[in-house]
């Protein structure tokens, strides 16, 4: 699937990175404020995964904007321009830590959080931590961990056989560039067969993974994810059920998450929950159907706002 939107990579030239320190990092984002600039504008917060950045974020944004919300969209630990974790941790709890961190940062006693892939598995784990603090989290292409780390069926574990390839030790971080970032362009084709990647999409990857140190930031993501998982802490957290508004949204052609890991899910969401189905896109369906993925956002804000 082609999309002629923004969102196939065409993103807006006059943004630039911004800065802010919060959870002891120095993270970098990209903003787009409504015009003319209400200083009420509630923030919402978007989130990327991998292996993506801010930048994937931005036709979402301009479409905030439009819409009365200041929207951010966060570089996240360890990847370019954002700082390093200082002391190397990249799990969960950090992530969401670093998502309360930052709502303080920006101002913001309650904001809503858009998370894709890694960036909703911090929406989920933020929402845990302070749902005092989270309005409302949408997250795509990641269903709640819960049942993924409990019973994922054969045929989810047969589709996550590169997110367990991205866990493993050995010279991924070194091997990932080569041949025109080949073995990532086989991870993207595979997670969302239906897309045909421009190449401003690999222009912004190059940027982000061109020093070896980020990819090793990147991939410390998934390498931290078995240890750090069964904690005490992260377990309890993300064994919890979600208490604010929530909404997710699946891609039916999705060959990394199966649409039927995101289906009877509703009891572990306890202030609302809708799930939506994307037809024809894949993992990446905030790149390949940019419009109908911000349609959908804007309506769960919308909703989230009246309830």
């Not at 923030?43 to 200041?70: I, K, M, N, Q």
């Not at 933020?126 to 819960?146: E, F, K, N, Q, Y």
Request: aromatic content about 10%; hydrophobic content about 40%; glycine content about 8%.
């Amino acid at each position: 699937m082609n999309d002629s939107s923004p969102a196939a990579g065409q993103e807006s030239r006059s943004l630039q990175p911004q800065y802010i320190e919060a959870n002891g990092i120095e993270f970098a984002y990209l903003e787009v404020r409504p015009q003319p600039a209400r200083g009420s504008a509630p923030l919402v917060l978007c989130l990327h995964g991998f292996p993506d950045t801010a930048w994937s974020f931005v036709p979402l944004l301009e479409r905030l904007a439009a819409a009365g919300y200041r929207g951010v969209s966060l570089f996240m630990r360890g990847y370019q321009p954002t700082a390093f974790a200082p002391d190397g941790r990249y799990s969960i709890e950090d992530l969401g830590r670093d998502v309360i961190a930052l709502f303080e940062h920006f101002g913001a006693g309650r904001a809503h959080i858009v998370g894709h892939d890694w960036g909703a598995l911090a929406a989920y784990a933020a929402a845990a931590l302070r749902p005092d603090r989270v309005a409302s989290i949408i997250t795509a292409g990641m269903p709640h961990p819960r049942p993924l780390l409990l019973r994922p069926s054969r045929a989810q574990w047969h589709a996550m056989r590169r997110y367990v390839a991205l866990q493993l030790p050995g010279t991924l971080a070194r091997r990932m560039t080569r041949d025109d970032y080949g073995w990532l362009r086989d991870l993207v084709r595979e997670w969302s067969p239906g897309w045909d990647s421009p190449q401003a999409y690999w222009t912004r990857i190059a940027e982000a993974f061109e020093d070896i140190r980020r990819r090793r930031a990147a991939l410390a993501y998934y390498r931290q994810l078995p240890r750090s998982v069964f904690r005490r802490g992260t377990w309890r957290l993300l064994m919890r059920p979600v208490q604010v508004p929530a909404r997710a949204i699946c891609g039916e052609r999705d060959g990394c998450m199966l649409v039927s890991s995101f289906e009877r899910q509703a009891h572990l969401f306890g202030r609302g929950y809708r799930l939506v189905r994307l037809p024809d896109v894949g993992h990446f369906m905030h790149l390949e159907a940019s419009d109908k993925f911000a349609d959908e956002v804007i309506a769960a804000l919308g909703d989230a706002g009246r309830g």
